[in-house]
């Protein structure tokens, strides 16, 4: 979540009005652009993000399970108890981690090593 909304602290209420941008006259408003329109992995964020607030579910996303019942931490935490706790994150088969931390390296680059 803090990945998404990192871009609306940067640049409050900027964003696409009738499928184009207003003017990008600060370096906050170009970086809110750049990192919608060069970072596939921030829309997934995004979108993501949105699904959760509205509590649905992504179809693209899937879950690894199956850690042996004496690697449970929190028996309590477990969804499904056939299944076992959740070990892995996916969407569109790729793990979240790394989806994730291509985001962080895009801020990072683009918006804290600039600024």
Not at 41 to 59: G, Q, V, Y
Request: proline share 7%; hydrophobic share 30%; glycine share 6%.
């Amino acid at each position: 979540m803090a990945l998404n909304h990192l871009r609306e602290w940067i640049a409050p209420r900027y964003k696409k009005r009738g499928g184009s941008w207003p003017p990008a006259d600060t370096p906050e408003k170009q970086f809110s652009q750049n990192i919608y329109d060069n970072c596939p992995e921030f829309d997934t964020i995004r979108k993501l993000c949105n699904k959760s607030k509205h509590i649905n579910r992504d179809p693209r996303t899937d879950s690894e399970n199956s850690l042996p019942i004496d690697d449970w931490k929190d028996i309590d935490s477990v969804k499904d108890f056939d299944k076992g706790p959740a070990k892995n994150y996916s969407v569109d088969g790729g793990n979240v981690i790394g989806i994730m931390k291509k985001v962080i390296d895009f801020y990072k680059t683009e918006w804290f090593e600039k600024s």
